[in-house]
């Protein structure tokens, strides 16, 4: 395996732990047996457990902001059909990506230290990308004219939020999606 694809592989690795024990728990040793590599191999890649938790983070903040926002910046569709479409997709990732959610929700509840600080960085850049995006739909008349971008685009966030513990505490993803369409309905779409 090549060094990038031994990196990447440890990485996908450390996404699992990090899901399955949390960000302050996971240990290289616990990382190297799923990897089925010795510890020294992934203190190799990420030589502390500063640089594991910042590297898993930013993996996850790549996973949500470009998978989800960035991504339907440039696509040509009304802005409250993609606003929908992008609060569907993440509905659907608490069954395809699981690991990205959960470490998700417990990365955004870490109200202290640096994991706190790469936490309102990814807020920043998701709430600058979803305002972007809603400030072209107010100028095509794709959203309600009457909505504040910026507020807006922290609720649609919180949405996010919203979606995540519906689907972890059982709601059925048909109840997830009314919720989405009742949502961009009575509160985006013009």
Known sequence: MSPEA??????MCAVDVFAKQGIEKATHADIAKLAGVASPTVFHYFPTIDDLQS???????RFLL?????????VEAPVHLRVEDMLS????SVD??????TIWLEWSGSTKG?????????????IVALRKLLLEGRADNSIKPSLQASDAARIILGMAHTIAHMRFCGATSKTAQKTINSFVAEYIAP
């Open 6 to 11: 031994r990196r990447q592989q440890i990485l």
């Open 114 to 126: 640096p994991i706190w600080e790469l936490y309102k960085e990814f807020y920043t850049a998701t």
């Open 55 to 61: 590297e898993v983070i930013k993996e996850v903040r």
């Open 66 to 74: 470009e998978g989800f926002v960035i991504v339907r910046t440039d």
């Open 89 to 92: 997709s993440f509905a659907k």
């Open 96 to 101: 395809t990506d699981r690991n990205y959610v």
